[in-house]
């Protein structure tokens, strides 16, 4: 059973910046690929970023690139989102999610390809 745990959420001002973990736990974690969404009150899960099992491959969305930059340390298991620049619409709940098939190169983008997913860390970015 895999189990995935975010951390670093939390109330900032615009501009700031924030760095989100999350810690994985469970058989082979480091084969498939990860990424991180979003929800915000009212809207859909979106997805803010992924990258592939060994870490070379990333894919952001258009709101994210040039700000966020996703990360992971298979070694330990973990996986990070350095968000700079932060504006209130960033403020949501951000998922981290693992999944798709192993060791491919590209990560998948859509929500519904990856398995597990964490219970969520809220970021607030107020104006």
């Known amino acids: 059973q895999v189990r995935l745990a975010e951390s670093g959420g939390e109330l900032v001002q615009a501009g700031a910046s924030l760095k989100l973990s999350c810690a994985a736990s469970?058989?082979?974690?480091?084969?498939?690929?990860m990424g991180w969404f979003r929800q915000a009150p009212g809207k859909d899960r979106e997805r803010v970023a992924t990258i592939n099992w060994s870490g070379s491959k990333t894919s952001y969305t258009d709101s994210a690139k040039g700000r966020f930059i996703i990360s992971r340390e298979n070694a330990k298991d973990t996986m990070f989102l350095q968000m700079n620049s932060l504006k209130p619409e960033d403020t949501a709940l951000y998922y981290c999610a693992l999944g798709g098939r192993p060791l491919v190169d590209d990560p998948p983008y859509a929500a519904s390809e990856y398995t597990y997913w964490g219970q969520g860390t809220q970021v607030t970015v107020s104006a």
């Open positions: 469970g058989r082979a974690t480091n084969i498939y690929s």
